[in-house]
């Protein structure tokens, strides 16, 4: 049994998404089992003790390497956190993709992702999209039995509303404790949403206002999928925000990576991103966002802001 269960004192996760080959129904190999594991332990040298999946990563793939990577570190386990997420069910045959939040299938996703990940128990699972024809009733009887039967530890969602989250809650005995949603410095609909209260620009947002405030109200980590943006402003590009988040990091004698996560980092809701590449070298440049305190002054944040969104605020 891992000694730690809960991702609330996680300050970065990583992101198993690009874990397992392609995105495809093709068997993975022994050189994905490497690549998977290069990047766990890039992960674990940068301090990183949570590890974020979900079921429909690589078609099942990311989590089945991970747990190939846990059966060759006897002890790894012990040492980590395991987040997974389910609902969302991707297209087959004929049928297109959609959402799938009755307790059945809950039950019949996890009991999938454990045998994949090798584990008797995932600490952390997510709903990973609404699903609109999801009945809380239902979801809660599924919580129940799996926690009941100790399967899963904790419970969160993910993409989801303050409103939607309250609605689920009321049916709920547990309490729930992650919320993950797309932020960073290029996705900023989430801390714009807040300022353009009362502008015309209020109505383009379209993040629901009060999201943020409910989760930190109520000890729900906010995690952030996506926030280095696919390397948008750490990759060296000739634009005026990625030149002020590479001349911060010579400053802060740190690397463009961990500005960009500090930014996330900074606020005072205490967002913890969820870190996705797969790449050693970029995963290792991230420790400071672990080791080190945010270290942006008020002034320095908002000039990461303002020079992103390309325009002073209302």
Not at 144 to 149: D, E, K, P, Y
Not at 297 to 313: I, K
């Amino acid at each position: 049994m891992t000694a730690h269960t809960d991702v609330r004192g996680s300050r970065l996760l990583y992101g198993c998404m690009g874990l397992g080959g392609g995105w495809d129904t093709e068997p993975y190999g022994a050189a994905d089992i490497d690549h998977a594991q290069a990047a766990v332990e890039a992960a674990l040298a940068a301090g990183i003790t949570a590890f974020d999946h979900a079921d429909i990563y690589r078609h099942g793939k990311a989590e089945a390497v991970f747990g190939e990577v846990l059966a060759r570190a006897p002890g790894l386990r012990e040492r980590i956190v395991l987040q997974t997420k389910c609902g969302i069910r991707l297209p087959e045959g004929g049928r297109r993709g959609l959402y799938d939040l009755r307790a059945a299938s809950i039950v019949r996703r996890v009991e999938e992702s454990l045998a994949r990940l090798r584990t008797d128990v995932i600490d952390v699972l997510l709903l990973h999209r609404p699903d609109p024809l999801a009945d809380p009733e239902d979801i809660a009887k599924a919580f129940a039995s799996l926690h009941g039967q100790g399967l899963v530890r904790h419970f969160g969602v993910s993409n989801m509303s303050a409103a939607q989250i309250a609605h689920l809650q009321t049916h709920l005995d547990l309490p729930m404790i992650a919320n993950q949603l797309e932020m960073s410095l290029h996705r900023r609909d989430w801390v714009e949403a807040g300022v353009l209260v009362n502008t015309p620009g209020a109505a383009a947002s379209g993040f629901p206002l009060g999201t943020i405030e409910y989760c930190a109200a109520n000890k729900i980590q906010l995690q952030a999928w996506g926030p280095l943006a696919q390397g948008r402003f750490s990759g060296g590009q000739d634009t005026p925000i990625a030149r002020l988040v590479t001349d911060l990091a010579a400053r802060k004698g740190t690397t463009p990576e961990t500005v960009v996560l500090w930014w996330l980092q900074r606020h005072p809701a205490r967002i913890a991103p969820v870190v996705g590449t797969s790449r050693p070298d970029r995963i290792r440049a991230c420790a400071d966002a672990v080791r080190r305190e945010p270290d942006l002054s008020h002034e320095e944040w908002y000039e990461l802001w303002t020079t992103a969104r390309g325009s002073s605020l209302p």
